[in-house]
C-alpha cells in the first residue's frame, strides 16, 4: 500500500520561506502523479499545486503562483514544495497526495499523507 510522510512544517514569518517534504513508499513513485493540497481551520481543503510523473509540467493555483515550486526527485521517491515570500493566510495544514492525474480536485488522488502544520506569524 502506498505511504505518503509529510516532513518540514513549522512555524515562520512572514515573508519567510519553508520547504516541506514528502516521502513515497510502497509503490512505483514514477507511476503517480503528485499534488500538495492544504487545508485551513474553518475552509474546505484546496489545491495548492501539482507535478505530473515525470516532473515535466506543474500546474499551480493563483493563490500561490510564482511564490511556491513543486518538485520531484524520482531517484529518491520524493516531492517536495518549496514556499517563499510566505503569508500568514498561506497558514494551513499541508497535504501531500498521489494519484493518476496531477489534476487540482482532491478526488483525483487515492493517498493522501497525514499533513503536516504551516504557520506564518505576522
Given at each position: 500500500q502506498v505511504q505518503l510522510v509529510e516532513s518540514g512544517g513549522g512555524l515562520v514569518q512572514a515573508g519567510g520561506s519553508l520547504r516541506l517534504s514528502c516521502a513515497f513508499s510502497g509503490g512505483t513513485f514514477s507511476n503517480y502523479a503528485m499534488g500538495w493540497f492544504r487545508q485551513a481551520p474553518g475552509k474546505e481543503r484546496?489545491?495548492?499545486?501539482?507535478?505530473?510523473?515525470?516532473?515535466?509540467?506543474?500546474y499551480y493555483a493563483t493563490s500561490v503562483k510564482g511564490r511556491f515550486t513543486v518538485?520531484?526527485?524520482?531517484?529518491?521517491?520524493?516531492?517536495y514544495l518549496q514556499m517563499n515570500s510566505l503569508k500568514p493566510e498561506d497558514t494551513a495544514v499541508y497535504y501531500c497526495a498521489a494519484g493518476p492525474l496531477s489534476g487540482g480536485y482532491a478526488s483525483l488522488y487515492d493517498n493522501w499523507g497525514q499533513g503536516t502544520q504551516v504557520t506564518i506569524s505576522s
Open positions: 484546496e489545491f495548492v499545486g501539482s507535478i505530473t510523473r515525470s516532473g515535466g509540467r506543474t518538485s520531484r526527485d524520482n531517484a529518491k521517491n520524493t516531492v
